[in-house]
Antibody, heavy 131, light 110 residues
């Protein structure tokens, strides 16, 4: 069974650090891109960061760039999100999702269009930044 | 960068049909597919429509998606509404290799 399980959440003080992990079972995570998506209490979904299969491409949302680091642990079949200089506004449930990125031919427009979507999501881990 | 705009909420009765819209601030849909993500209360997100109108395995055919490139808009239509369809729905597309979400639409089925 395909599963993604996030862990590492908890309560941390402003300015502190925390490392989240997204562990995969039932498949090889390094065959997929992995994105982290967060949801602040009562708010919508916000994409945070993603990493390519081999780790050669990494992207961050502007709100976390320079503070968060995404990486792969190939041996553990997991992806980590190291979070530094945490702020109150980083308080959220953090979800990981696996996906593939690529151009897919659209027979309607008769052109290639870019496809990227999460086919499996984890259940999330809560990060609370508060003193 | 572009933004995706959705209505804040919609409501409809069981058995009826509802359509949720998503409008892009630029012509990004011409280059990028659109997805729809469902999030039931207290649950993780799941994708119910990918690549404009494709349903992942297990999603009932009551869910359908479409786009109108001329108006940079996408729509999610749910027919034969059931109370279990009550959830938040987010449109999602991409800007390069990054994901962009709409603000979400709360669907109430009552």
């Amino acid at each position: 069974e395909v599963q993604l399980v996030e862990s590492g959440g908890g309560l941390v003080q402003p300015g502190g650090s925390l490392r989240l992990s997204c562990a995969a079972s039932g498949f090889t995570l390094s065959s997929y891109w992995v994105s982290w998506v967060r949801q602040a209490p009562g708010k919508g979904l916000e994409w945070v960061a993603n990493i390519k299969q081999d780790g050669s491409e990494i992207y961050y949302a502007g709100s976390v760039r320079g503070r968060f680091i995404i990486s792969r642990d190939f041996a553990k079949n997991s992806v980590n999100l190291q979070m530094h200089s945490l702020r109150a506004e980083d308080t959220a449930v953090y979800y990981c999702a696996r996906h593939l990125n690529g151009d897919v031919y659209d027979y309607v427009s008769r052109s290639y269009r870019f496809s990227t979507w999460g086919d499996y999501w984890g259940q999330g881990t809560l990060v609370t930044v508060s003193s | 960068n572009f933004m995706l705009t959705q209505p804040h909420s919609v409501s409809e009765s069981p058995g009826k049909t509802v359509t949720i819209s998503c409008t892009a601030s630029s012509g990004s849909f011409a280059s990028n597919y659109v997805q729809w993500v469902q999030q039931r209360p207290g649950s993780a997100p799941t994708t119910v429509i990918y690549e404009d109108n494709q349903r992942p395995s297990g999603v009932p055919d009551r869910f359908s998606g479409s786009i109108d490139s001329s108006s940079n808009s996408a729509s999610l239509t749910i027919s034969g509404l059931k109370t279990e369809d009550g959830a938040d729905y987010y449109c999602q597309s991409s800007d390069g290799n990054t994901w962009v979400f709409g603000g979400g639409t709360k669907l109430t089925v009552l």
